[in-house]
T-cell receptor
Framework: DAGVTQSPTHLIKTRGQHVTLRCSPI?????VSWYQQVLGQGPQFIFQ???????GRGNFPDRFSARQFPNYSSELNVNALLLGDSALYLC?????????????FGPGTRLLVL | SQKIEQNSEALNIQEGKTATLTCNYT??????LQWYRQDPGRGPVFLLL?????KEKRKERLKVTFDTTLKQSLFHITASQPADSATYLC???????????FGRGTSLIVHP
């Protein structure tokens, strides 16, 4: 079975632009979480979606938004990009909405904002 | 907000020895604590989960302990191998609401 997939793998944008990152969870998984990982730091939680509803939100500005589709894939959108948004964006899927459930991470999308 | 402290300095050990990594947290006691392995440029890989009412969890060469009094979790790798070299992250969640917090990770280097 395929693991969590993310696209694109790499992306270069300029300040003020908008970006959309995509994630496909493991087949059968209904929960998707998004994380931002800056170099040298641990992943920082952005959003969690389960059954197309937002179940958790981290401390990120409103420029960050996400949604989950009927097939459980998800998009993360970031508006008005800042230099500080440069990071590895990770998507994780799990079977249910609970931190006691194993999370499976994708390879990430590396975003560079110039 | 919850803060997690993991040693920022890399841990260097010889092959065959036991590696012990530390995760300290402040504020609330988490309901669940997870440990992950992350290789450069890749997403984290789940290793073990321990619940607040569990003192210890084992999986093959891995062992995790959870001391809610000390607000600390220890992660042990016995008979370490060079292939165990990676960054190890701890993550915790209060439970009830899904807002997990990750530490910055500790780099482990196992020398042959």
């Amino acid at each position: 079975d395929a693991g969590v997939t993310q696209s694109p793998t790499h992306l270069i944008k300029t300040r003020g632009q908008h970006v959309t990152l995509r994630c496909s969870p493991i087949s059968g998984h209904k929960s998707v979480s998004w994380y931002q990982q800056v170099l040298g730091q641990g992943p920082q939680f952005i959003f969690q979606y389960y059954e197309k509803e937002e179940r958790g939100r981290g401390n990120f500005p409103d420029r960050f938004s996400a949604r989950q589709f009927p097939n459980y894939s998800s998009e993360l959108n970031v508006n008005a990009l800042l230099l500080g948004d440069s990071a590895l964006y990770l998507c994780a899927s799990s079977n249910i909405w609970s931190f006691q459930e194993t999370q499976y991470f994708g390879p990430g999308t590396r975003l560079l904002v110039l | 907000s919850q803060k997690i402290e993991q040693n920022s300095e890399a841990l260097n050990i010889q092959e065959g020895k036991t590696a012990t990594l530390t995760c300290n947290y402040t504020n609330y006691s988490p309901a669940y604590l997870q440990w992950y392995r992350q290789d450069p440029g890749r997403g984290p890989v789940f290793l073990l989960l321990i619940r607040e009412n569990e003192k210890e969890k084992r999986k093959e060469r891995l062992k995790v302990t959870f001391d809610t009094t000390l607000k600390q979790s220890l992660f042990h790798i016995t008979a370490s191998q060079p292939a165990d070299s990676a960054t190890y992250l701890c993550a915790l969640d209060r439970g009830g609401s899904y807002i997990p917090t990750f530490g910055r990770g500790t780099s482990l280097i196992v020398h042959p």
